[in-house]
């Protein structure tokens, strides 16, 4: 018997929602949604977590794995508080994504996919967010969106997550 | 049908055939990589890509659906630029190591870029460079060599059943691998290497041993399962290198299940007999043959003077050969004795003399994709008979009901229909409450007893389910396994499960255990009128004992029991491969030579007669055991032992051996009362024998034996209520006692298991000292069952 | 204040940034042609033959008749069917579904509605790209008021039409964009596509018949059962029926999304986002998304913005994604940006793409770094040609469009990089301005 250690109740109802939106026989459906809920409480995905969802969805680990490593917004090794994707696609670069992100660096102190001293930051380069007309845009740990991340308000967000 | 042009040939194919399909029935070949036969198309590779007239660009072969008035050019320019196109792409990150690949020599990829590859790379950056990962003790892996065809993860969830391996990451960054700190432990995963067409997955008792070109290619038939796997043997310098797959589609496909593919490794085992032994005065000698065959000639002849024919008595394994276990039944006849048997797990004979003939599978493997409902009684199917299992599952993929008595719920890693989970001592009253159901669905009857036997059931709607399931289907079959057959009341899962069959008008069946079960029953290896079975020669010992082929603490039902008996014995003889015990109660032993090293013949469970030739030459002094056993038929003095070689004896059974063998095949038990014993309490001992302890060959197979599925049957399996009773938990140590003798392994929960039941593997010397397969048992906690002591 | 998205809006029209709610919707004339459908009893053929009519084609990037496409879908049959949106808008370039799902998915909802009584089925998925969590939520909670309204779930609006919808989001890959790889998505599967044949209509999620259509392309049904599928045709050119939205970036005034009747001049869509940004020269247009070959600027400014116009001139409309780049532009360091994206994204499947895409983008990387060399060139278009049409989805073509179009096109300016080891316009690198807010007000 597998006893979940780290999917907490509050996330298996979180999961069970989504479960109510496939047919039965597919569980499989929700580990996307279900893998998003595990990392948002732990901040990322660590293996035990992973085999927790399989187990909690009936399907095989290595599947979850396949899931959690195609889609790029799984953290799979522990992150700062704050992961911040910044667009560096090329419509973004036209407007200012390549000089926000340098911002950024600087700043922080960091490269791509750095941890801050702090623990409290990790910058990575993100891809179209699909948000192209808004450039400079960054996400805050997959589900803020910024935007129009001009220096003076990437100096705010900073502040403000700190 | 379809009409379409293969390179200018017209060729006709089925509706939802590929292009792929078309070029393979004119016979032209079409480079591929992730194409195979048996698994679902996944076009990935891209090697396969075609011309075809009006299509707008070059279309992959074996995804393309064929199409009237197609016209496919598969060598054209068009089309091969395309595939060299793709042929560069596969190899600017490929490492390019053949020269210290396993896979050289039979590699697809070094194959098909003598065809498709440029003379130099254009390629000029970096190459991409993969970590190997473990998976496990039989798979080695060199992953820079993948090509991503995905060919051993198709494998995985579409045949083996379990998706152990995958491919993870995207883009140039995926790579294949099992979860993380996870092994392949599909009883069929050495196939994974064969499908490999690179060097990414290679055998890992095989690594580095030989060059592919450097071994020759001996046909063989595999010595376990039922089964009977057609071999390919691959023999370097009279040594087996490497087992691989001989395609049989009637049989085992193109696949072969690990132990079929590993258990070479025990050919050449250090325990293996080199010389003659014989125990002179207490000391264990290396003997000349002469002198060995002379000791058990007049061992034998003594006995009989001193106590008569019938206190010899003969136990043979069924996975020897036909030709063997008809001279060895022919020598103890010749010496006056019925007593011999190759049935040496069955404890339950009370039907000899009532079955009509051969016991049998009932039908061909092949007729198993066309069943719709079958029941399986007894037999944890993977683990039996990983290759049935497979035909059972791409049939339950197809409709195939399966519906399965048991005490335990092991996944089968196929869809079951209906299950019934009972204790070993309620199989029977299980089977008499489906048959009961069946009456009344069917508004049939019963034979007399059978009536009244099962008149005071109740029918579970386990029983209901599994009946409506057999009801409702034309072709249905009811199937025995091992752990049936092996069962105390036997005959009376035989008897109702053929009354199932009849009512049903199904198919009745066995899988019979073992390589050659129903050859040693076809040549008589079973005692008569006049003789005891193996079981019967234990429980009355003899005085003398021929063994062929058999490890008594491992290969017998009651290891306690048996070793006693031979023991006591004034004189036994052990004709083996391997050392094993054999001075603890043996007082010669002759080294006879493995499937590999005679010529022999095995019926498997269909009744198929497959003969093979040996393909290296008998290891040190060993010899055939048919040889040796005309010798020692010669220096008794006993009438026909001339037989030049392995034909004379063949022609000897039957001119025609598959008529012979198809005359006898009859599972009809008649004349027996049937009687539904009272469901007995107390905790019940569950012995199966695990895959890798079924046979001499295969415990001596150090790979196998380090493999999760060797690992797991050491432990033993509580029923979850039990455990929580006693409050055991996984990983400890407990102690089982069975009829006053003890053994100490690490306890695992087993939800699965019937109530009240404590799994305890038989065939390993770690349990055989608790005695018999079944009967009731108690179970503590190591530690307390210390402090008490 | 209402967001200008142009005069001819039709899908974005009235929108300020916060009447998205259900009730909003209404005032627009929201729900009106379902309505109308199901009081009128209109057949479901009918609804199809409506959408035929209008010339809608769809506008995730193929261009594919839509009313054909629901026309496929087996009308009678046993099991389940479903339909599906796609809203994982991250073609580079891309942001008009990002719009209509926050401003206003009550007309998406609608569409869907419409279309699955079109089409029989009983349950949708709306796929939302996983970047835009904040719409994901948005759209969740806008199905709740549909539900509750009783526009969606069992007997909607007392009819005996049952259709329940979902969202499900992506969470990072621009692969699930192409429809298969969607429905291995919702599968809960990596999102690597599927070979066609067989079809979704006759196996698509969970192997049943499935219509895929994008979330602008729903989003156009309301109106065309509203005011007829004539009256969209009209809007815009034949064959190329009704408007467009187009997603403008680059080096405009004033980023953004302008919905434009097919067939406006380029000319009048750059006039309508400020012209190039500090009244630069024109010097390339990637008309269709980032997938999409580049055209010069000049022959840019002639064309009209329909999907037969930018296809005869050797690009595609694609998913309306115009990337503005003026004359400051590094074409070696944009084309490298793009082969980059490429080969980040490639699923791994096909070996042309899994192979060819990170050594396209190497090479040139290399050029742009200076490592360039004069055979390179002609490599990367013949690899490009080893790559395009060989693989089983299209990112394998859109991989290889841009640079083929990028070194095609501005051939001179990688030789350039080549021989000189540094870029031909300046200093390289990309030519930016201070971050500008032009439709701000309405996201604060």
Known sequence: MSTSALLSDAAKRKIDRELTKYPADQKQSAVMSALAIAQDEHGWLPNELQDEVANYLGMPSIAVYEVATFYNMYNLKPMGRHKISVCTNLPCAFSGGVDAAEYLKSKLGVDWKELTADGKFTLVEGECMGACGDAPVLLVNNKRMCSFMSPEKLDKLIEELK | MINLEIDGRPVQVESGATVMDAANKVGTFIPHFCYHKKLSIAANCRMCLVQIEKAPKPMPACATPASEGMKVQTNSEYAKTAQKGVMEFLLINHPLDCPICDQGGECQLQDLAVGYGAPASRYQEEKRVVVNKNLGPLISTDMTRCIHCTRCVRFGQEIAGIMELGQAGRGEHSEILAFVGKTVDSELSGNVIDLCPVGALTSKPFRYTARSWEMSRRKSISPHDGLGSNLVVQVKQDRVMRVLPLENEAINECWLSDKDRYSYEGLNSEDRLGKPMMKIGDAWTEVDWPIALQAVAEGLKVVREKHGAESIGALASPHQTLEELYLLNKLVRGLGSGNIDARLRQVDTSADGRLAGVRWLGMKFADIAGLQSVLVVGSTLRKEHPLIANRLRQAAKKGLQVNLVHVADDDLLMKVANKAIVRPGGMVGMLGAIAKALVEIKKASLPGDVATAVAGIVVSPDAMAIAQSLAQQAKTAVLLGNFAQHHPQYTMLHVLGQEIARLTGGTFGLLNEAANSVGAAAVGVEPGKDGMCAQGMVRQPRKAYVLMGVEPQQDCYDPVATMSALRAADFVVSLAMFKGAAAEFADVVLPIAPFTETAGTFVNAEGTVQSFNGVVKPLGESRPAWKVLRVLGNLLELPGFEQENINSIRGEIAPDLQAFVDARLNNTISGVKVDIPAASGGIARVAEVPIYAADPLVRHAPSLQKTADARMARRIGLSAGLAEKLGITTGMDVRVTQAGNSIILAAAVDNGLAPDCVRVAAALAETAALGPMSGSVSIEKAAMAAAAD | ?444
């Open chain 3, 1 to 444: 204040m209402m967001i200008d998205y142009g005069p001819d809006a039709i899908i974005l029209k009235g929108l300020d940034g916060s009447n998205w709610r259900l009730k909003d919707y209404e005032t627009r004339a929201g729900y009106q042609a379902l309505k109308k459908i199901l009081k009128d009893g209109i057949k479901p053929e009918d609804v199809t033959a409506e959408v035929k009519k209008s010339g809608l084609r769809g506008r995730g990037g193929a261009g594919f008749p839509t009313g054909l496409k629901w026309s496929f879908m087996p009308r009678p049959f046993a099991g389940p069917k479903y339909l599906v949106c796609n809203s994982d808008e991250g073609e580079p370039g891309t942001f008009k579904d990002r719009d209509i799902l926050r401003y206003n998915p009550h007309i998406l909802i609608e569409g869907m509605i419409i279309a699955a009584y079109a089409m029989g089925t009983a349950v949708g998925y709306n796929y939302i790209h996983g970047e835009i969590w904040a719409e994901y939520e948005r759209f969740e909670e806008a199905l709740e008021e549909a539900r509750a309204a009783g526009y969606l779930g069992r007997n909607i609006l007392g009819s005996d039409f049952s259709f329940e919808l979902h969202s499900h989001h992506g969470f990072g890959a621009y692969i699930c964009g192409e429809e298969t790889a969607l429905l291995e998505s919702i599968e809960g599967k990596k999102g690597q596509p599927r070979y066609k044949p067989p079809f979704p209509a006759s196996f698509g999620l969970y192997g049943k018949p499935t219509t895929i259509n994008n979330t602008e392309t729903f989003a156009a049904v309301p109106y065309i059962l509203r005011e007829g599928g004539e009256a969209f045709l009209n809007l815009g050119k034949p064959n190329n029926g009704g408007t467009k939205i187009f997603s403008l970036a680059g080096h405009v005034t004033r980023p953004g999304n302008y919905e434009i009747n097919m067939g406006t001049p380029f000319a009048r869509l750059l006039e309508l986002a400020g012209g190039v940004r500090g009244g630069r020269k024109l010097k390339g247009v990637i008309p269709g998304g980032s997938s999409t070959p580049v055209i010069k600027g000049d022959l840019m400014m002639t064309l009209d913005m329909d999907y037969d116009s930018i296809a005869k001139a050797g690009s595609m409309l694609g998913s309306g994604a115009v990337m503005v780049m003026d004359d400051t532009t590094c074409m070696v360091k944009a084309a490298e940006r793009l082969a980059y994206f490429y080969f980040e994204e490639s699923c791994g499947q096909c070996t042309p793409c899994r192979e060819g895409t990170g050594w396209l983008y190497r090479i040139v990387h290399r050029i742009e770094h200076g490592l360039g060399r004069t055979e390179d060139l002609d490599l990367l278009l013949n690899l490009a040609d080893q790559i395009q049409g060989r693989t089983i989805c299209a990112l394998g073509d859109a991989a290889a469009m841009p640079v083929r179009a990028f070194v095609k096109n501005y051939r001179e300016e990688f030789e350039f990089h080549v021989a000189h080891k540094r870029c031909m316009v300046g200093p390289g690198g990309y030519s930016t301005s201070p971050v500008n807010e032009p439709l701000a007000m309405a996201a604060e």
